[in-house]
C-alpha cells in the first residue's frame, strides 16, 4: 500500500472534529433548551435525613421526602424516624416551622398467646410464621391468629418489636416509626399501622362465635355484643361475628367499651399493647388439653 498523505489525514481530522463540535452545539442546545431546574436544597435536606428509605413519611424514599419539605408539600416533621434535634435543623434550614405529625405505631389484631390459643398440630417445620402458614394455614387452632414465630421482630429494621414469654410481638411505640414492614412481613395480615390516638382496639380477627369461638382462643371477640352496648352510639358494632369499630366516631370512644367483655378481646390501650414478659412456664397447648 502507498503511504497516506498528509492531507488526507488532515482532512479526515477536520471531518471527525467538525462532526464532533457539531454534536456537541446540538448536545448543549438540548441541554439549555430541556434542562429540568433542581432546588440545591434538596441535596442539603436528604443528607439531613437518616438515609432508612423506610417509606413511614408515605414516600418512596429519603430523597422523595426531602423533594416534598422543600416544595412546603411536608413538614419535617412527618419523619418520625429523624430526631427531634434533625428535623429541627432541617426547620431551621427551610426556615419553616417543624409542623406536627401524628404518632402512628404498629397493632396487632391478636391476643392469641401460647398461654391462651392452643395450637391444633405440632409443628416442627422451619420456625418462620411464613412457613407454618403455608402448611394447611398454620398449626394454631385458630386459623386466623398470630403463629407466635416472629416474623414481624425479624422484619422490624428499628427493633421495635420483641417477642414475649408467650409469643406475642409487644411493638415499643418509641422505637416504632409505623414503617409498615411488620404489616408487611405477617402472613396472617394481623397488623395494622394506626395512630395513637386510637386506643379502642379489638385483638381478635376469628369470624367464629360464641364457645366455638372460645374453644380455640380463650380471648376471642365471642360476638357477645356487650361492648356495642357499652359504648357511644354507633361507636361499635358486630359485623360476620365480629366486633368493628368505627374510627371515623373516635372522639366518642372510651374505655367503658372494654369493661363487660367477658373475654377480653376488646381493649383500651395506652403505651405498649402486651406486656415485655409473661408468667414462667407458660407454653403451648395441644388443642385436646382445653377445656370443650
Same mark, same amino acid.
Given at each position: 500500500?502507498?503511504?497516506?498523505?498528509?492531507?488526507?489525514?488532515?482532512?479526515?481530522?477536520?471531518?471527525?472534529?467538525?462532526?464532533?463540535?457539531?454534536?456537541?452545539?446540538?448536545?448543549?442546545?438540548?441541554?439549555?433548551?430541556?434542562?429540568?431546574?433542581?432546588?440545591?436544597?434538596?441535596?442539603?435536606?436528604?443528607?439531613?435525613?437518616?438515609?432508612?428509605?423506610?417509606?413511614?413519611?408515605?414516600?418512596?424514599?429519603?430523597?422523595?421526602?426531602?423533594?416534598?419539605?422543600?416544595?412546603?408539600?411536608?413538614?419535617?416533621?412527618?419523619?418520625?424516624?429523624?430526631?427531634? =434535634?434533625?428535623?429541627? $435543623?432541617? @426547620?431551621? %434550614?427551610? *426556615?419553616?416551622?417543624?409542623?406536627? #405529625?401524628?404518632?402512628? /405505631? !404498629?397493632?396487632?389484631?391478636?391476643?392469641?398467646?401460647? =398461654?391462651?390459643?392452643? $395450637?391444633? @398440630?405440632? %409443628?416442627? *417445620?422451619?420456625?418462620?410464621?411464613? #412457613?407454618?402458614?403455608? /402448611? !394447611?394455614?398454620?398449626?394454631?387452632?385458630?386459623?386466623?391468629?398470630?403463629?407466635?414465630?416472629?416474623?414481624?421482630?425479624?422484619?422490624?429494621?428499628?427493633?421495635?418489636?420483641?417477642?414475649?414469654?408467650?409469643?406475642?410481638?409487644?411493638?415499643?411505640?418509641?422505637?416504632?416509626?409505623?414503617?409498615?414492614?411488620?404489616?408487611?412481613?405477617?402472613?396472617?395480615?394481623?397488623?395494622?399501622?394506626?395512630?395513637?390516638?386510637?386506643?379502642?382496639?379489638?385483638?381478635?380477627?376469628?369470624?367464629?362465635?360464641?364457645?366455638?369461638?372460645?374453644?380455640?382462643?380463650?380471648?376471642?371477640?365471642?360476638?357477645?355484643?356487650?361492648?356495642?352496648?357499652?359504648?357511644?352510639?354507633?361507636?361499635?358494632?358486630?359485623?360476620?361475628?365480629?366486633?368493628?369499630?368505627?374510627?371515623?366516631?373516635?372522639?366518642?370512644?372510651?374505655?367503658?367499651?372494654?369493661?363487660?367483655?367477658?373475654?377480653?378481646?376488646?381493649?383500651?390501650?395506652?403505651?405498649?399493647?402486651?406486656?415485655?414478659?409473661?408468667?414462667?412456664?407458660?407454653?403451648?397447648?395441644?388443642?385436646?388439653?382445653?377445656?370443650?
Amino acid at each position: 500500500m502507498g503511504a497516506v498523505s498528509p492531507t488526507a489525514i488532515a482532512v479526515s481530522a477536520g471531518i471527525l472534529g467538525g462532526v464532533g463540535l457539531l454534536f456537541a452545539a446540538l448536545i448543549a442546545l438540548v441541554h439549555r433548551k430541556f434542562r429540568v431546574w433542581e432546588d440545591p436544597r434538596i441535596d442539603v435536606v436528604a443528607a439531613l435525613l437518616p438515609g432508612a428509605n423506610c417509606g413511614a413519611c408515605g414516600q418512596p424514599g429519603c430523597r422523595a421526602f426531602a423533594e416534598k419539605a422543600v416544595a412546603g408539600a411536608l413538614a419535617p416533621a412527618q419523619c418520625t424516624v429523624a430526631s427531634p =434535634d434533625v428535623r429541627a $435543623d432541617i @426547620a431551621a %434550614y427551610l *426556615g419553616v416551622d417543624v409542623g406536627q #405529625a401524628t404518632q402512628r /405505631v !404498629a397493632r396487632l389484631l391478636c391476643a392469641g398467646g401460647t =398461654d391462651t390459643a392452643p $395450637d391444633r @398440630a405440632d %409443628y416442627r *417445620g422451619l420456625a418462620t410464621c411464613r #412457613a407454618a402458614a403455608a /402448611v !394447611a394455614g398454620g398449626h394454631k387452632g385458630c386459623v386466623w391468629g398470630c403463629l407466635n414465630l416472629g416474623d414481624c421482630a425479624v422484619a422490624c429494621t428499628f427493633d421495635a418489636i420483641r417477642m414475649n414469654a408467650v409469643g406475642l410481638p409487644v411493638v415499643i411505640p418509641e422505637k416504632c416509626t409505623a414503617c409498615g414492614d411488620c404489616v408487611r412481613a405477617c402472613p396472617k395480615d394481623l397488623f395494622l399501622v394506626m395512630p395513637m390516638e386510637q386506643k379502642l382496639l379489638v385483638q381478635c380477627k376469628s369470624l367464629l362465635e360464641g364457645e366455638a369461638a372460645e374453644r380455640l382462643c380463650r380471648v376471642a371477640c365471642n360476638a357477645c355484643g356487650k361492648c356495642v352496648l357499652d359504648a357511644a352510639p354507633g361507636v361499635i358494632e358486630i359485623k360476620r361475628g365480629l366486633a368493628v369499630i368505627d374510627y371515623a366516631k373516635n372522639e366518642l370512644a372510651g374505655p367503658e367499651a372494654t369493661r363487660r367483655c367477658p373475654t377480653g378481646a376488646i381493649v383500651w390501650v395506652e403505651g405498649a399493647q402486651f406486656a415485655p414478659a409473661a408468667a414462667a412456664g407458660a407454653g403451648r397447648r395441644p388443642l385436646e388439653e382445653v377445656p370443650a
